[in-house]
């Protein structure tokens, strides 16, 4: 089965600036994640969805971040405006259900900000 | 809150030695502990869980008991091999239903020198 894709690979911007991401999940999964991996730490949970409702996105700084998933499938995630220290991989997930099905990871987007 | 702890790393060893990864959590009620591996340049991806005490969870070699009376999930394999050179994440799950995130410790590089 095909993976969740992610793009783009990598993205710099300066602070201040805007930048989208784009995630495309395991089809059939409902239930998809993105998390937030900074440098040497293990991934935070930013946002989970089921189907497209959020079912958490209490680590969003909602002030800059948002997250959508309109038709229960695609997924972006928006930061604006950038600061410094959202320098950081962000990861795309999705599991078929909720309640322990194993999350299937995308490469992930690294993002520099300036 | 939920959380987990891993030792510092990073760990490098010979091919066919020994390895061992700690980790312990703390969390509320019964999670569910998972292993994580990320190799150079692709995503996080499972590689073993266990869901009640006692449990071992195994794949490719690797091992890990989950011990509730010492709260630990240490990673275990007899020989390692240059191809299991990567990061290894130790997560956690407490929640089975409507809310399982996934907490994760900051990883460990393993490097193995052949």
């Known amino acids: 089965e095909a993976g969740v894709a992610q793009s783009p690979r990598y993205k710099i911007i300066e602070k201040r600036q805007s930048v989208a991401f784009w995630c495309n999940p395991i089809?059939?999964?409902?239930?998809l994640y993105w998390y937030q991996q900074i440098l040497g730490q293990g991934p935070k949970l930013l946002i989970q969805?089921?189907?497209?409702?959020?079912?958490?996105d209490s680590q969003l700084p909602k002030d800059r971040f948002s997250a959508e998933r309109l038709k229960g499938v695609d997924s972006t995630l928006k930061i604006q405006p950038a600061k410094l220290e959202d320098s950081a991989v962000y990861l795309c997930?999705?599991?078929?259900?909720?309640?322990?099905?194993?999350?299937?990871f995308g490469n992930g987007t690294r993002l520099t900000v300036t | 809150g939920d959380s987990v702890t891993q030792m510092e790393g990073p760990v490098t060893l010979s091919e066919e030695a020994f390895l061992t990864i700690n980790c312990t959590y703390t969390?509320?009620?019964?999670?569910?502990l998972f292993w994580y591996v990320q190799y150079p340049g692709e995503g996080l991806q499972l590689l073993l869980k266990?869901?009640?005490?006692?449990d071992k969870g195994s794949n490719k070699g690797f091992e890990a008991t989950y011990r509730k009376e010492t709260t630990s999930f240490h990673l275990e394999k007899g020989s390692v091999q240059v191809s299991d050179s990567a990061v290894y994440f130790c997560?956690?799950?407490?929640?089975?239903?409507?809310?399982?995130?996934?907490?994760f410790g900051k990883g460990i590089t393993l490097s193995v020198r052949p």
């Open positions: 997930a999705s599991s078929l259900a909720l309640g322990g099905s194993p999350l299937h």
């Open positions: 997560a956690l799950s407490s929640s089975a239903g409507a809310n399982s995130k996934l907490t």
């Open positions: 969805f089921q189907n497209n409702g959020v079912v958490d």
């Open positions: 089809s059939g999964h409902a239930t």
């Open positions: 969390a509320t009620g019964y999670p569910s």
């Open positions: 266990a869901t009640k005490a006692d």
